[in-house]
């Protein structure tokens, strides 16, 4: 309760990327089932996917503030994920640091009553800024990370060994202390190749290193179950406290089966064609036969490698829904007839928990996003990894040597280090040994345990 008897009032600022807006989406739904008020800082054209996320729940409320006009971006982009180049992406982090002067004036408006003032803020890693915005007003602010914990760990422990790192050559093993499997050069963030100190990443990661030490503590998307063994590194690596609240996606979920009513936030207008079409498979070819493709909100793939992909897609027989971001990639002469009802393309937004959550899903061909990662172990499916920059390589070596839940697509590299196609025959085994083979078999067991896991840590904490 607030000192007043009102129920306590948490801000959350979400950094605007879906991949980083989707889960404090969750933990906001989860604060006001319990009793907490909730208001959710965005901009203008970040409010309407927000509210349809949100506008259920009477304990929500959003707060727009406009986004600065910036040279380097393109006009009216207010989102990652509209970014035409991730060359950008550093620009638009300091394109939000001027949303510092309308925040704090929300802060102090808030802060004139006391059934008001936010008991903290919780907001993502990548707006540092707000930790001081908070310390002008007396507010506790806790970082969101949408990252792992061992992947976190990984990049801390890594950066000491930059210059090591970077000189190596891209097939030499890393082998870094506290991780029990080990890593490739191309495994990490590209920020781990240049070996100067040129890289326009590298001051922004130490502005966020330097906010979560002065921050109250760090909520993490993860749980206790798959990642507890890595706190206590984490903790020591950021000077401050960490607690796993996830995975935050399973609480709706959780809930609505308690509730046994339905499927809560899912636009069933939206989401028909492809749930209906994976309900005919289920029908059709029993569970488990459907492998689900997509690479997260913000990787960017050539038209070559979708071809690859449509090929390879085509060659494994296997029944599959393929997520399309690319809006110039067009499938191979023949290749829909081909294909026939064995599969379903979407170039639209889907409802991706939904789909994985489906039982006609078996597999999961995916970038390694975290927030994919988690999905995908939640709802007990195996991943086959193919990561595609960030942090996903470490996520993806992760899942596949560490937590064993998932395979690798074979990646090939040139004598830069840069990925190479992965070639159509490539893509078919690879699919083929995730749906039938042997090791496919023993990731997938491995993933319902963890499934099975997730859901406990959930149903724990959450649910009372
Ligand atoms: O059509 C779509 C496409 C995506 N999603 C959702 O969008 C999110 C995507 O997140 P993620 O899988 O983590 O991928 P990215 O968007 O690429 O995530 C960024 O943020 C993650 C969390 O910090 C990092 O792990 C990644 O490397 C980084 O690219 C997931 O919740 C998906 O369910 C949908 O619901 N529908």
Redesign the pocket.
């Known amino acids: 309760m607030g000192s007043n008897g009102s129920p306590p009032h948490v801000v959350i600022f979400p950094f605007m ?4 807006t ?2 404090l989406l969750d933990l906001s739904r989860a604060l006001a089932c319990r009793g907490t008020r909730v208001t959710i800082i965005t901009t203008p054209a970040n409010a309407p996917f927000i509210l349809s996320k949100t506008s259920t729940h009477p304990a929500i409320s959003l707060h727009v503030i406009p986004f600065p006009n910036v040279e380097e971006l393109p006009e009216g982009c207010e989102n990652v ?1 509209h970014l035409p180049s991730p060359d950008l992406f550093v620009p638009f982090i300091n394109a939000t640091k001027p949303l510092r002067q309308p925040f704090e004036h929300i802060l102090k408006e808030m802060c004139y009553s006391d059934s008001t003032t936010p008991i903290c803020v919780i907001s993502d890693m990548f707006l540092p800024w707000t930790v001081d915005s908070c310390c002008l007003f007396d507010i506790p602010r806790i970082v969101f ?4 914990v061992l992947p976190t760990v990984i990049v801390g422990n890594a950066s000491s060994h930059v210059p090591c790192i970077s000189s190596l050559h891209h097939s030499e093993p890393v082998n870094l202390p506290s991780v029990p499997f080990s890593l490739n050069k191309t495994d990490f963030p590209d920020l781990f190749w240049c070996a100067d100190d040129k890289h326009p990443m590298l001051p922004i990661l130490s502005e966020l290193q330097q906010a979560e030490y002065n921050s109250w503590g760090i909520v993490v998307n993860s749980f206790e179950e798959l990642e507890g063994d890595h706190v206590d590194a984490f903790e020591y690596q950021k000077e401050t406290r960490a607690w796993l609240v996830g995975p935050l ?1 399973l609480h709706d979920q959780i809930k609505q089966d308690l509730m046994n009513s339905g499927s809560g936030n899912v636009d069933q207008k939206q989401t028909s064609q492809y749930i209906e079409w994976l309900d005919q498979k289920t029908e059709g070819v029993g569970p488990g036969n459907v492998i689900y493709v ?6 960017y793939m050539t038209d070559l490698q979708m071809e690859e992909i449509a090929l390879g897609l085509e060659m494994a027989g296997e029944q599959f829904i393929w ?1 399309v971001r690319s809006k110039t990639w067009v499938p191979p002469v023949g290749w829909e007839e081909r294909v026939g009802e064995r599969g379903l393309v ?1 170039r ?6 939904g789909i994985l959550a489906h039982p006609a899903i078996g597999g999961f061909l ?8 988690l ?1 995908g172990l939640s709802m007990g499916v195996p991943l086959l990894a193919w990561p595609k ?4 390589g470490l ?1 993806a070596r992760y899942v596949a040597m560490g937590l064993k839940a998932g395979l690798m697509v074979p990646q090939e590299h040139d004598a830069k280090g840069d990925p190479m196609p992965v070639q159509h025959n490539v893509i078919c085994d690879a699919v083929k040994e995730l749906m039938r083979g042997d090791q496919g078999k023993k990731a997938r067991e491995r993933a319902r345990e963890l499934g099975r896991k997730a859901r406990q840590a959930v149903g724990k904490r959450w649910i009372i």
């Open positions: 990327a879906q991949g980083h989707l889960p994920n990370s949408g990252m792992g996606l997509a690479f997260g909100s913000q990787s997520v979407m639209d937004w889907v409802d991706q928990r995916t970038h390694c996003g975290w927030n994919s990662v999905e920059g960030a942090e996903q996520n």
